[in-house]
């Protein structure tokens, strides 16, 4: 039990380095319970299918298992971790477009039945509904740079590493993506 204990408190550089040398898929099991919540939410979020994003998980662990002597410690596992999902995401959004075509047609149910007498909060979350809108229209790269940057709060410089490009096109992609969210945002608010 002390062991395990040992084991739990390692950090993931440690525990990374531990399931290479030694191949052991029990210590894998410690990475996968640190993060599959997270992985599956990031998966949910290009998903939008519980089933989906569950078969995404997995597919993301399995190929994380086989690649996970290709982390180098550049940056925070977490960080390589988000742009590895976000890659796959990436990519099988890519492999799905005309699925995710059909799912991309929009419920304005829920907008419907607001009734007009609601405060305000109806409103503001009105917007925050056609700004998901908006992200699902946009490339899933261009997504992909915005979520690392404004929701998953990373550095330039994290981008930079987990990307493996330089400052400037970091800093180009995000301009170009955030222009063309806004230009989709506006389409969809005429």
Same mark, same amino acid.
């Given at each position: 039990?002390?062991?395990?204990?040992?084991?739990?408190?390692?950090?993931?550089?440690?525990?990374?380095?531990?399931?290479?040398?030694?191949?052991?898929?029990?210590?894998?099991?410690?990475?996968?319970?640190?993060?599959?919540?997270?992985?599956?939410?990031?998966?949910?979020?290009?998903? %939008?299918? &519980?089933?989906?994003?569950? *078969?995404? #998980?997995?597919?993301?662990? =399995?190929?994380?298992?086989?690649?996970?002597? @290709? /982390?180098?410690?550049?940056?925070?596992?977490?960080?390589?971790?988000?742009?590895?999902?976000?890659?796959?995401?990436?990519?099988?959004?890519?492999?799905?477009?005309?699925? %995710?075509? &059909?799912?991309?047609?929009? *419920?304005? #149910?829920?907008?419907?039945? =607001?009734?007009?007498?609601?405060?305000?909060? @109806? /409103?503001?979350?009105?917007?925050?509904?056609?700004?998901?809108?908006?992200?699902?229209?946009?490339?899933?790269?261009?997504?992909?740079?915005?979520?690392?940057?404004?929701?998953?709060?990373?550095?330039?410089?994290?981008?930079?590493?987990?990307?493996?490009?330089?400052?400037?096109?970091?800093?180009?992609?995000?301009?170009?993506?955030?222009?063309?969210?806004?230009?989709?945002?506006?389409?969809?608010?005429?």
């Amino acid at each position: 039990m002390e062991t395990l204990n040992k084991i739990n408190k390692q950090t993931d550089e440690d525990l990374i380095k531990s399931i290479v040398s030694n191949n052991d898929t029990l210590l894998f099991e410690i990475l996968y319970d640190r993060y599959s919540m997270l992985v599956y939410n990031k998966c949910y979020g290009f998903a %939008k299918d &519980e089933d989906e994003a569950k *078969d995404l #998980t997995q597919d993301v662990f =399995l190929k994380l298992f086989v690649k996970l002597a @290709s /982390f180098k410690g550049k940056s925070k596992f977490s960080t390589w971790l988000y742009a590895f999902t976000y890659n796959h995401c990436v990519n099988y959004v890519t492999r799905n477009t005309a699925k %995710k075509i &059909e799912k991309q047609s929009v *419920d304005y #149910t829920d907008i419907e039945n =607001l009734s007009e007498d609601e405060d305000d909060n @109806s /409103f503001l979350n009105m917007k925050v509904d056609k700004l998901k809108e908006a992200l699902e229209l946009i490339s899933p790269d261009e997504k992909m740079i915005l979520l690392l940057k404004y929701q998953d709060n990373l550095s330039i410089k994290e981008i930079e590493s987990v990307l493996d490009i330089g400052e400037s096109a970091v800093k180009m992609r995000i301009k170009r993506a955030k222009d063309k969210l806004v230009i989709v945002y506006n389409e969809s608010h005429n």
